[in-house]
């Protein structure tokens, strides 16, 4: 086999992506494998990045006929716990029970936990259905807490435990909650956020519990995304303006339309946007209900002048509203993109109707103008699309 004349870091740079540039991790594995058959000296380099980050799917429902242990997910496990060696090479690790027994799960978690010396950012996937978390796995949980950067957990079931030891993991820099599903902390975590993502149900809407959970993080949070129900009410909606650090926000929520304190909540809360902010992307409603009237605050016109990208989902102000404010330079004077939803709303019907498509253009040549790029909502398009497409096959087959 000939020896490469490249040094090792920009060999593993190659590796790095060939191993990402697929969807599938079946098929950059297997190019991996290729690139070990081509040289020896490969073999160590796409060893690591093999094991660099791993996505591991446990289900304990067939164990009857062996499925579990003869899986993938099964067999690398089984390398992790007998190779020290291989297991610390480990940096992200994903663990999906969702569909395992508690006994199970507790023994794949544990020993996953106990093996991965070297991970630096992990993720939950978890049940919904309430439980505690085993003394076993919060013992090792613990026992990796002070040097994860990254948390994500997905599901419910411990929610609660997770609440309890939040603060014993001082070095976070990304934590993903989904749901945020306890109502209380013991005490405020120090650590210093730069990206925190979160749902609330709807009978959890502590934003105070939010609140107290990002309380180190003024000065080092630079991305949210919030989902929940019930934000901007009563005396702890959410309040951004501590965030001075804060460049990218995403907040999707509803609000009782009917509810005439709903456009004071909204102005209220958008006030507190900080000024260096650079992303938004916010939606009052959800699904086909009726969306605020935004265009009576003059929505776009109170918004931070530094934003650059603005995203309105199920928000569809009218055409002339957005040529108006479009076409003045003063406002969103940093803008260089905007996705709008395609739609209107037709107050009398109570429905979406179709923007018609002379508007739309009429729009983006407006934005273009300035040197602002119009999106529309993708998902609303396709829809279109699809139903277009579902209406002459009818009409073909009628014919």
């Excluded at 928000?315 to 969103?332: E, I, N, R, V």
Aim: hydrophobic share 40%.
């Amino acid at each position: 086999m000939p020896m490469p004349t490249l040094p090792p870091e920009i060999i593993s740079l190659i590796l790095a992506h060939v191993h990402g540039f697929d969807v599938s991790p079946e098929k950059s594995d297997k190019r991996l494998a290729r690139c070990c058959r081509v040289s020896k000296a490969f073999l160590t380099l796409a060893r690591a990045e093999l094991y660099r980050q791993l996505y591991l799917h446990y289900n304990s429902r067939n164990l009857l006929d062996g499925t579990p242990f003869n899986s993938p997910s099964a067999r690398i496990l089984r390398t992790l716990a007998s190779h020290p060696q291989i297991s610390a090479l480990v940096r992200s690790l994903t663990v999906d029970v969702t569909g395992s027994e508690g006994y199970y799960a507790e023994a794949v978690i544990q020993t996953l936990l106990g093996a991965c010396t070297g991970m630096v950012q992990l993720s939950f996937r978890l049940p919904d259905s309430e439980g505690r978390m085993p003394e076993s796995v919060k013992g090792r949980l613990l026992g990796v807490a002070s040097r994860l950067v990254k948390l994500v957990v997905y599901g419910s079931q411990w929610a609660q435990d997770f609440a309890q030891i939040l603060s014993e993991f001082a070095s976070l820099r990304h934590l993903h909650l989904y749901p945020l599903a306890f109502d209380t902390l013991p005490s405020a975590p120090s650590f210093q956020l730069v990206k925190f993502g979160g749902s609330i149900r709807a009978r959890q809407q502590n934003i105070g519990t939010l609140h107290h959970l990002l309380s180190s993080s003024h000065n080092s949070l630079v991305e949210l995304y919030v989902r929940t129900t019930g934000i901007l009410a009563g005396k702890e909606a959410l309040d951004l303006s501590p965030f001075i650090a804060l460049r990218r926000l995403e907040v999707y929520t509803s609000c009782d339309v009917h509810d005439v304190r709903s456009l004071a909540r909204i102005k209220a809360f958008v006030k507190t946007l900080p000024a260096r902010l650079d992303r938004l992307g916010t939606s009052y409603n959800s699904g086909d209900t009726a969306p605020p009237d935004l265009e009576s605050l003059d929505y776009l016109r109170i918004l931070p002048p530094g934003l650059r990208a603005l995203a309105l989902s199920s928000t569809p102000f009218s055409t002339p509203y957005l040529l108006k404010t479009l076409s003045d330079t003063s406002c969103l004077s940093s803008a260089t993109e905007v996705e709008l939803d395609p739609r209107l709303w037709d107050v009398e019907r109570g429905r979406y109707n179709r923007r018609p498509l002379a508007e739309l253009y009429k729009i983006n040549k407006v934005a273009e103008k300035r040197g602002i790029k119009a999106y529309w909502l993708r998902a609303v398009i396709e829809e279109w699309e699809t139903t277009e497409a579902v209406s002459e096959s009818d009409e073909e087959e009628e014919e």
